[in-house]
């Protein structure tokens, strides 16, 4: 049905629906390779039914990344012919969690991100992650800046071919990390804070004890840990990560005296650090973060 809407939406625009100019006159930057689109970038905020047929028209793009409260459930249906997509970013996306099942029609994607997916939506509790599953080359996933919590990492931890997570800004807790120990194929993560529920109880979700969890995932060769007061303690998770070869500490409260010692400890690990001045401290980890 939505293939056919797009057919007699597509009838009344003037202009052919595979037009790169067309394309470009809704403010899309677009890449071509070979005479054909391979990359779109583009903000949806003002696009229309109509719109999201003619992107969805263009089916040799491989690398998306679209924003706006316009992409919806229904919208999203709108894009499922782009079968060769390997790569999409978003911001912004308002789907709720049933609309996740369309990601199924992008057999070939590798790599996907979301920021700030239907913030402060009941709609969207982030179960409905779950739908990637279908996904069995995805490797890369982003997921940032939701109020979705623990049942989005609950619903992140059975895609276990997965080898790259990133998150921060989240509603996670302690509970939703251990989640991430599911991640047999995981290889690189990121992880950050929680976001503050202004007005309610936000347990810290990333902390020294966070780390324990985090040491449990043994295939673990690349981690990046941020927005959080960290110290030399968690040496020993650290040491328990048998193939981590890069560790990055960047927007963390923490010692050069603890990270040298980070560093004797871990010959075999890169560890890059870059140290917060106390103004930052203040206004990132005490007066945004709450910690």
Request: aromatic share 6%.
């Amino acid at each position: 049905m939505k293939h056919l809407l797009c057919v007699l939406l597509l009838s009344a625009v003037p202009m052919p629906a595979a037009n790169v100019e067309s394309l470009k006159q809704l403010g899309a930057k677009v890449t071509e390779t070979a005479g054909v689109v391979t990359q779109v970038n583009v903000k949806c905020d003002a696009f229309t039914e109509a719109d999201f047929c003619m992107l969805g028209s263009f089916t040799t793009i491989k690398d998306l990344t679209i924003s706006g409260k316009t992409i919806t459930d229904d919208t999203l249906a709108l894009l499922t012919g782009l079968t060769e997509l390997e790569r999409l970013s978003s911001d912004g996306i308002q789907l709720t969690d049933a609309g996740y099942k369309h990601f199924a029609a992008f057999q070939k994607l590798k790599s996907l991100s979301f920021f700030h997916p239907a913030f402060r939506s009941e709609q969207f509790t982030g179960s409905g992650l779950a739908h990637l599953k279908a996904l069995p080359k995805l490797e890369k996933l982003t997921f940032a800046g939701s109020t979705a919590g623990d049942a989005a990492l609950e619903a992140i931890g059975q895609l276990t071919q997965l080898k790259e997570f990133r998150t921060w800004h989240t509603a996670q807790t302690q509970a939703g990390n251990a989640h991430l120990v599911k991640l047999t194929n995981l290889t690189g993560l990121r992880i950050g804070q929680r976001l503050p529920n202004w007005g309610k109880d936000s347990p810290i979700s990333f902390d020294e004890s966070t780390m324990e969890t985090l040491a449990q995932i043994k295939t673990l060769e690349s981690l990046e840990l941020t927005e959080a007061r960290l110290s030399a303690k968690i040496i020993p998770h650290l040491k328990a990560l048998p193939k981590l070869t890069r560790l990055k500490i960047e927007t963390v409260d923490i010692s050069a005296a603890d990270v040298e010692a980070i560093k004797a400890e871990l010959p075999g690990c890169k560890v890059e650090h870059k140290p917060m001045s106390e103004s930052e401290k203040e206004a990132l980890l005490v007066k945004k973060l709450r910690l």
